[in-house]
């Protein structure tokens, strides 16, 4: 890591373009310093998929999806909420429905891409594929989904002259990406896999392969590769709530590499935040358990029958929104029982109104939420 060289400037003529050297190489990394980094995000995020076993993850991997999903678009300037994301799409207003879109897509294209990890490794055409469900019938869906650019493109400013960094030309996109998919499938290199993401995703976001999309892929890949080496039974690592808090440190560490060669911030600050998202996972994971006996506890002292309402909680931590329509569905009763039971878990404080108005109310699962918001 010493001798460290990230590329060079190359001139396109009136600009000039970053060309990154390969990364499918032999490492070394001798720094004490990352080497007790590394330990403790093992320990931590080790930690967090033990923690993850003693609840039914499946039924709380749709939030944590969201909200990676609002997290990472917001590095974007997408700026749909929690709430507003399990919404249906004719409860958003009109204002914030394309940035709903795009947050649906986001989740979409997180559930394909570990569903794709089935038959796919990591590889162009995982990458491809999922960013074209990101970008499907949303802004970006003229600026070729699925496909790598062919033209260069820029990161800040208004034109190319102006730009904060020019990824490298779109001619070598190609083998660039080749030499990643490489690296991330060489199983003879024995790169410890946390450092390996980390040079990952820095170097997905210096080639820059596509012409939109690109953070939001580059941050998915994190959860994505973390499932694929068996390091996480399930994608719920997600450092894009880390990038958006430290939005500023999180560019310029990028760039620190390409101008100064100093790869070792990027991987401490990667490693930071592995180890502030795991423990965060597990305060998370901590407080569902809790949350799960408390309203247990509230249920039991109702004096009724609360089988409908159980079967509506359970939906309730997948989608922790919810109306008069989807209770009559859930418990297939008419319209005046499933009123009756949102009058139960409103007094049982276990969902709230959330709209104000008299009709068309929707409730949330708050205390739930907020686990997830804090």
């Known amino acids: 890591m010493e001798n460290f060289k990230a590329g060079n400037y190359i001139n396109q003529g009136y600009y000039k373009s970053f060309q990154p050297n390969f990364i499918n190489k032999d490492w070394l990394i001798n720094d004490l310093e990352i080497l007790s980094l590394l330990s403790k995000a093992d320990r931590n995020i080790g930690k967090l998929d033990t923690y993850s076993q003693y609840v039914n993850v499946d039924l709380y991997i749709s939030m944590h999806i969201v909200k990676e999903a609002t997290q990472s678009s ?150 994505v590769y973390l499932v694929s080496k068996e390091i996480l039974s399930s994608p719920i690592l997600y450092l894009s709530d880390f990038f958006e808090k430290n939005r500023t440190i999180y560019y310029d560490n990028l760039m620190r590499v390409r101008t100064h060669n100093n790869l070792k911030q990027w991987l401490k600050f990667f490693l930071v935040g592995v180890i502030e998202t795991s423990k965060k996972g597990v305060e998370t994971f901590d407080g569902i358990l809790k949350l799960q006996k408390e309203i247990d506890e509230k249920l039991h002292s109702f004096k009724g029958k609360t089988d409908d309402a159980r079967k509506i909680i359970s939906i309730l931590y997948q989608n922790p929104i919810i109306d008069a329509q989807k209770v009559e569905k859930i418990i297939a009763k008419s319209h005046m029982s499933a009123y009756k039971q949102i009058s139960i878990l409103e007094n049982l404080e276990i969902i709230k109104e959330i709209t104000g108005g008299q009709r068309g109310k929707i409730y949330a699962f708050q205390d739930y939420l907020k686990l997830f918001k804090s």
Do not use: C
Request: charge should be negative.
């Open 74 to 223: 917001k590095i974007e300037g997408t700026q749909t909420n929690m709430e507003e994301a399990f919404l249906d799409k004719e409860d958003v207003s009109l204002e914030n429905r394309n940035d709903w879109e795009e947050v649906q897509n986001y989740i979409s294209a997180m559930k394909s891409a570990i569903k794709d990890l089935e038959s796919l490794p990591i590889s162009s055409r995982l990458i491809k594929k999922t960013h074209k469900t990101l970008l499907s019938g949303v802004r970006g869906e003229y600026k070729l989904p699925g496909e790598y650019r062919k033209s260069q493109n820029w990161i800040g400013g208004a034109t190319i002259n102006d730009a904060v960094f020019i990824p490298p030309i779109h001619t070598s996109v190609d083998e660039l990406m080749s030499d990643l998919e490489k690296f991330a499938n060489d199983e003879m290199n024995y790169l410890p896999d946390l450092l390996k993401i980390a040079i990952i995703h820095y170097q997905f976001e210096t080639i820059h392969p596509f012409l939109d999309g690109n953070g939001r892929i580059g941050r998915l890949l994190i959860p």
